[in-house]
């Protein structure tokens, strides 16, 4: 039962352009979201969080967008940069459990 | 640098094998998490100590046990390994049971079975 989907497994994106990573949920009880990066060899890091009672959170280039209505999250990344080449996780948590949800990541790259 | 440390980095053995995969969590960190990663797989959590006592449960199979000591570090057991148990184990940790899911990953410790 993957309550946490990412249905793209890949991205392609030319520097300069917007990224936009997505992610569907299924259990509508998840208090907060989070997106996490990693490269590899690395451990995954912690990119950027959003609250259920949130539509929006905005850190620099990175904003993540929340549609609770369709279950849906969304990453974007404006501009997009070589260095933001990594494999991207949507993860999902509720403050009355301490487990994060997972996706299966969606591994974005970025060109010239 | 997470600050969590995790060995061995790599490990190969064969099937019906023992191996234990060690986590130091960050200083101050008191919640040690263990989360399993396979081929084209998410990350799929496997268990959460919070200063020494196991606080929540995921799909962990029952060849396999954690434990959290008195100095906060902890140790995955993995007995009676089969091919499917090759992956990718990371351990993470947080200040607090709970919060807004914040972790600090390790680099991970890449299990492969023979």
């Known amino acids: 039962d993957q309550q946490v989907k990412q249905n793209s497994p890949s991205l392609s994106v030319q520097e300069g352009r917007i990224s936009i990573l997505n992610c569907d949920y299924t259990n509508s009880m998840f208090d907060y979201f989070l997106w996490y990066k990693k490269y590899p060899a690395e451990g995954p890091t912690f990119l950027i969080s959003?609250?259920?009672?949130?539509d929006k959170n905005e850190d620099g280039r990175f904003t993540v967008f929340l549609n609770k209505s369709a279950k849906h999250l969304s990453l974007h990344i404006v501009p997009s940069q070589p260095g933001d080449s990594a494999v991207y996780f949507c993860?999902?948590?509720?403050?009355?459990?301490?487990?994060?949800?997972f996706g299966t990541g969606t591994r974005l790259q970025v060109f010239p | 640098d997470s600050g969590v440390t995790q060995t061995p980095k790599h490990l190969i053995t064969a099937t019906g094998q023992r191996v234990t995969l060690r986590c130091s969590p960050r200083?101050?960190?008191?919640?040690v998490y263990w989360y399993q990663q396979s081929l084209d797989q998410g990350l799929q959590f496997l268990i959460q100590?919070?200063?020494?006592?196991?606080?929540a449960k995921g799909n962990i199979l029952e060849r396999f046990s954690a434990q959290q000591f008195p100095d906060l570090h902890s140790e995955l057991n993995l007995s009676s390994l089969e091919l499917g148990d090759s992956a990718l184990y990371f351990c993470a940790s947080s200040v607090l049971a709970g919060g807004t899911g914040e972790l600090f990953f390790g680099e991970g410790s890449r299990l492969t079975v023979l």
């Open positions: 100590y919070y200063n020494g006592e196991e606080r």
């Open positions: 200083s101050g960190d008191l919640s």
């Open positions: 993860a999902a948590g509720s403050y009355n459990t301490d487990k994060l949800i």
């Open positions: 959003i609250s259920s009672i949130k």
